[in-house]
Each structure stands twice: as structure tokens, then as C-alpha cells.
């Protein structure tokens, strides 16, 4: 069975950053565009940062200029860089195919800023 292990999230003050790591396992990670998924208190998950399988990437508007998705096939791991984080980023980070998640969601890591 497909699986996916998020890590990385903490508390951390605005302005700040973290690495959120995902490691996949049981499919070709290499083959697929992959995303990072993310979802607030009372709101839809959401796809912010999404990888090509060529490695090109695309961000959710909110996130562009601030976050860096990466991914490295020879670990099975996807990366997310969030630098500069604010308030409205606290959700729980998934990650998953993109763009669309067909696979069976891990557990997430928790990410939240707040002074």
C-alpha cells in the first residue's frame, strides 16, 4: 500500500521559516507530478506548490514568491520551503499527487504561526 509521511511542521513565529519533508514509499515516486496540499481550520484543502516530474513548478497564488517546492527522486522525498511564513499559512500540509490527489492521505505535519 502507498504511503506517505509528512514531517517537519512546528510553531514558529511570522516571518520566520520551516522545511516540510514527505517521504513516499510502495510507488514510482519519480513518474508523477506530486503537490503540496494544505488545510486550514474550517476550510477546503488546498494544492499551493505542485512539482512536474521534470521538476517544474507552479504555487498557489498566496504562497508564490515565499514557499519552494523540491523533490529528490533517489529518497522517494518531496520538500517544501516556506520562508517568510504569516499567519493565514497555519494549517495542517499534506502532500500527495497533483493535481490530483488520488493517492491515500498520510497523516500531515501541523504548521503554525503566531506570535
Known amino acids: 500500500q502507498v504511503q506517505l509521511v509528512e514531517s517537519g511542521g512546528g510553531l514558529v513565529q511570522p516571518g520566520e521559516s520551516l522545511r516540510l519533508s514527505c517521504a513516499a514509499s510502495?510507488?514510482?515516486?519519480?513518474?508523477?507530478?506530486m503537490g503540496w496540499y494544505r488545510q486550514a481550520p474550517g476550510k477546503q484543502r488546498e494544492l499551493v506548490a505542485r512539482?512536474?516530474?521534470?521538476?517544474?513548478?507552479n504555487y498557489a497564488g498566496s504562497v508564490k514568491g515565499r514557499f519552494t517546492i523540491s523533490r529528490d527522486n533517489a529518497k522517494n522525498t518531496l520538500y517544501l520551503q516556506m520562508n517568510s511564513l504569516k499567519p493565514e499559512d497555519t494549517a495542517v500540509y499534506y502532500c500527495?499527487?497533483?493535481?490530483?490527489?488520488?493517492?491515500?492521505w498520510g497523516q500531515g505535519t501541523q504548521v503554525t504561526v503566531s506570535s
Open positions: 510502495r510507488f514510482i515516486f519519480r513518474m508523477y507530478d
Open positions: 500527495n499527487r497533483a493535481p490530483s490527489a488520488v493517492l491515500s
Open positions: 512539482i512536474s516530474e521534470g521538476s517544474s513548478t
